[in-house]
Each structure stands twice: as structure tokens, then as C-alpha cells.
């Protein structure tokens, strides 16, 4: 092969595997099937887990039912990528203002999806965000106000395909 044939001959295959690129490819896939892996997956948290978590913030104070809207579709597709909007009827003056959301979920590894702080100067007791469900599940919305009272919202979450499924090698 002259000089001139093999520089066109390297143009040519540049940035193609070679065939002992193919054959250190396929034994390392044959190896990594030939070997079991061990695959696990996060437990997720039970409803017990979540009432846990709920109590932890809510101390002895009654939960009541009422003023929190949690926007959340009834039906999701993909787990991944879920809307949540929450909103709470407050009128947010210095005197009566809400002064947290929380959202809460049963299933998912972790209880506690969110929790934000708003003040009176907020003007308007809302958040949106998009949250991670693991599997179908009921989602709790919680506003604590500024006179000590909680305030909830549930929905339950049909999900098709979940997410928080990470997989440890």
C-alpha cells in the first residue's frame, strides 16, 4: 500500500471501530452477562412513615381539613416529571399569613418532598413545583398558618410508571 493509499485508507476508517475494538467490546459484554449482578432497589417509605412525618411537624395540634387546594393530576404517566401546585385561602396580612407549606407523600424512599417558608410579604400563599413519585400513592399537602393551626389536602396519585427506582450496582 503506498503512503498516499494508507492516508486515504485512515480517512476513511477514522472514528470507526476496528475489528479488535469489536472483539474487546463483545467479550466484555459476554463477561458482564456471564456474571450475576446484584440489583436492589430503595425501599419505599409506607404510609406509617409519612403519618410519622406528618406528626413530627405537626406536634399535638389537630390537622385540620380545609383552605389547602393541592393541584396535583389524578392520573400520571411517568413518575418522573409530576405538576404539584398547592394554594392556600389566606388573607397574608401581618396579622394572619400562612408560614409554611409542606408536601408529603406515602410511597416514594423519603416522606417529605417539600417544605417552604412564606411570610406575610409573600402576597399570595402558592407554590408550584414538580415533584418525584415512586408508584401510586397519596399525596398531602400541609399549610401551617400563623396562629399555630395546620391546615391539609389529600390526593390520590395513580402513577403508571414510576420513578425513584435508581438502581445499585
Known amino acids: 500500500m503506498s503512503r498516499h493509499e494508507a492516508t486515504r485508507h485512515r480517512r476513511r476508517t477514522e472514528g470507526r471501530p476496528t475489528r479488535r475494538d469489536v472483539l474487546k ?10 456474571v450475576p449482578m446484584i440489583v436492589t432497589r430503595p425501599v419505599g417509605a409506607a404510609p406509617a412513615d409519612m403519618q410519622a412525618a406528618i406528626a413530627k411537624l405537626i406536634g399535638d395540634a389537630k390537622l385540620n381539613a380545609g383552605r389547602v387546594k393541592l393541584d396535583i393530576p389524578p392520573l400520571v ?11 392556600v385561602e389566606s388573607p397574608m396580612t401581618a396579622q394572619d399569613y400562612v408560614k ?15 417544605g417552604c417558608r412564606l411570610g406575610p410579604r409573600a402576597g399570595r400563599a402558592a407554590i408550584s413545583t414538580r ?8 399525596v398531602v399537602a400541609i399549610a401551617e398558618m400563623s396562629d399555630g ?8 396519585v395513580l402513577i403508571t410508571l414510576g420513578a425513584c427506582l435508581e438502581d445499585l450496582i
Open 25 to 34: 467490546m463483545a467479550t466484555a459484554l459476554t463477561a458482564g452477562t456471564a
Open 77 to 87: 404517566e411517568n413518575g418522573n416529571t409530576v405538576p404539584c401546585t398547592v394554594t
Open 100 to 114: 409554611a407549606i409542606h408536601v408529603f407523600n406515602e410511597k416514594n424512599p423519603q416522606p417529605n418532598v417539600i
Open 131 to 138: 415533584i418525584r413519585l415512586n408508584d401510586t400513592q397519596t
Open 149 to 156: 393551626s395546620f391546615w391539609s389536602h389529600g390526593v390520590e
